[in-house]
């Protein structure tokens, strides 16, 4: 071979080569920090199949017998909870989650509760683990009511009074 195909050969591999370097760390920057969503498809985005959220938020009535909070049941932080009058409620890694669970199996944004009238729903926000109702991997907004266990990596929750 010649010297100029040589070159060009190697010049190849090194391109190559920082791609893959590049792109190993622009996953391992997002599973640390989140993805970036620009501002303009925030409050464009909405789920395929529901009629577009409203500006201002709902708040669920009261009921007798209806859960006040979500606490953490089993795992590393037992005992944490949130009020559920703050909801939607995020689960995750991330600093800007409301339940911030301290487990190597839960996504940075893993998992959100939020209400609909009068009930509760649990949807996975993309994990990689996935997040459980029981031994079900939910794969759209489930609803859960007082007691239900939601189990996102090593730690389990539920919806209590």
Do not use: C
Not at 7 to 27: G, P, T
Request: hydrophobic content about 40%; cysteine-free; aromatic content about 6%.
């Amino acid at each position: 071979m010649s010297e100029l195909t040589l070159f060009l050969i190697r010049v190849a591999y090194l391109a190559i080569l920082w791609i893959f370097v590049l792109s190993a760390i622009s996953v391992i920057r997002s599973d640390m920090f989140g993805a970036r969503v620009p501002e303009a498809a925030r409050g464009a985005a909405e789920p395929r199949g529901r009629a577009p959220r409203s500006k201002t938020k709902t708040k669920p009535t009261k009921r007798r017998g209806s859960p006040t909070h979500v606490v953490v049941t089993e795992g590393s932080n037992v005992g944490e909870r949130a009020e559920l009058d703050q909801a939607p409620i995020l689960i995750g890694r991330g600093t800007d989650a409301a339940i911030r669970l301290d487990d190597d199996y839960v996504s940075t944004r893993h998992a959100r509760i939020a209400a609909s009238g009068d009930e509760w729903f649990v949807e996975d926000l993309g994990s990689t683990n996935g997040t459980y109702i029981g031994s079900v991997r939910i794969t759209q907004p489930t609803t859960v009511t007082l007691g239900t266990q939601v189990r996102i990596g090593k730690t389990i929750l539920e919806l209590r009074k």
